[in-house]
Nanobody, 125 residues
Framework: QVQLVESGGGLVQAGGSLRLSCAAS????????MGWFRQPPGKEREFVAA??????????ADSVKGRFTISRDNAQNTVTVYLQMDSLSPEDTAVYYC????????????????WGRGTQVTVSS
């Protein structure tokens, strides 16, 4: 079991920045792949970014490349995954979710096993 808790969402003006955090606890050593997804209002969930400390792979959606950065802080019992979001635009408004998978999940949400409850990001124009 892996528990994921997102934080750091909020309201920000266009052009601003936010850093989302995802605190992962439990059997994190067995689930090295982490991803961020988002669900804009009235739309389906979409991939944002992913990485894995076991494979070294990192991937970003085209819409966020150069603006968002995924990173992680591995501790003994807790892993925290971050999503640094810069140059935000109203199109980035969404509920952001982190997810975990055994090795590397890439862009497919079906590859991920555990999900957090999400954190709301609202970007005003």
């Amino acid at each position: 079991q892996v528990q994921l808790v997102e934080s750091g969402g909020g309201l920000v003006q266009a052009g601003g920045s936010l850093r989302l955090s995802c605190a992962a606890s439990g059997r994190t050593f067995s689930y090295s792949g982490m991803g961020w997804f988002r669900q804009p209002p009235g739309k389906e969930r979409e991939f944002v970014a992913a990485d894995s400390w076991s494979s070294g792979n990192t991937d970003y959606a085209d819409s966020v490349k150069g603006r968002f950065t995924i990173s992680r802080d591995n501790a003994q019992n807790t892993v925290t995954v971050y999503l640094q979001m810069d140059s935000l635009s109203p199109e980035d408004t969404a509920v952001y979710y982190c997810a975990a998978t055994r090795s590397y999940g890439g862009t497919g949400s079906n590859e991920y096993v555990y999900w957090g409850r999400g954190t709301q990001v609202t970007v005003s124009s």
